[in-house]
């Protein structure tokens, strides 16, 4: 179990799990005993004592539906927390209060989504990594839907090649080199006004912004890189992050025909198979671009003896492809909150979608990743670079 608590300053504290002590009520009752009370203090001043960090602790019960009320002990005070999290294929959230009032504009989706799930939505910080042509739409999306925080990361500046594609970026931010994240950030703001998100906006890689993205409840990949996949991977685990993959494959033949066109968006539960293990990214694409961006010129010199695979630059996108695409990765959100599909939500770990040969094809989950689904829970440094 991993212990969040809010906001950007919290980033630090990751880097030391909490313990927290869990036991049930199968009466149900939904508070903590007096008896509770007394061996908390107990066990929290022990634990203070040992870590000598000053970071807290927590402790909580679970009911016989599988809620969990939690609380950490500081101090000789006991704080609620938020709420409690339980991901698997499914995600649920544990709000310790009903939130307020839903805001007037998500009227309409809380008709199909009811009010559970638009609660949930609001109370939701997602982390959107790669803000370009899929990335820009899904940040529309969670915006519209109603997502209490994003986190949007990206270190590209808009340019005129952009403007096929990215939503919200005006040709004055091409003009200016306005970075994505803040053209973004900017256009949602003036949209939405006091309706829209909290948003934190960080022009710069996932290395860079490790500790605050590992702050959120869920993960939006959004990139076409090998090694902020890896990354992904790896924090989706560590830091117990559902993470939703979104893949467009799009290439086109020497006769302007188009050879291939396909999207994929990939679910991945903590504990679970991971993204190396489905394939997802390989290794060696992963080593090329980290060499591009280390050492161009060796990188370079590699390519050209031919022995590395060269990176693919500037890749075909096409915006209606893209949109696709993200409108799938937030479905899958909210099939993965509401459970609204039919059959098992194990059964639809990667879902691809062909349009050349037009198909649909729904892939099952794979067995926990031997490398990392031990790593569960246990935080860990940022990669370096
Ligand atoms: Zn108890």
Redesign the pocket.
Known sequence: MLLKTGGTSAAQELEAPAIVHL???PEG?RA??R??DE?DRVLHDDLAKIYEDGLPHASA?MMPDGELIARTYQAGRYVSLDGSFVIGHRVQRFPHQESSQAPAHTASHRQALGRGTTALLRSLRAVVVGCSGTGSVVVELLSRLGVGELILIDPDVIEERNLNRIVNSTWADARAGTPKVEALAQTIRHNLGELAPRIIPIQGTLADAWGIAATADIIFGCTDSAEARMHLDRMCHHYVMPYIDVGVDLSADEDDGIRYAGLAVQYLRPGGDSLFARKGYRMSVVEAESLRRTNPALYAERVRIGYIEGVEEDRPAVISINMQAASMAVNELLARLHGYRAGAPADNAIRRLNLVEEFQMASTAGPPCPIMAPMCGLGGNPPTG
């Open positions: 036991h049930s009520h009752a903590f005993s008896v509770d061996s019960i």
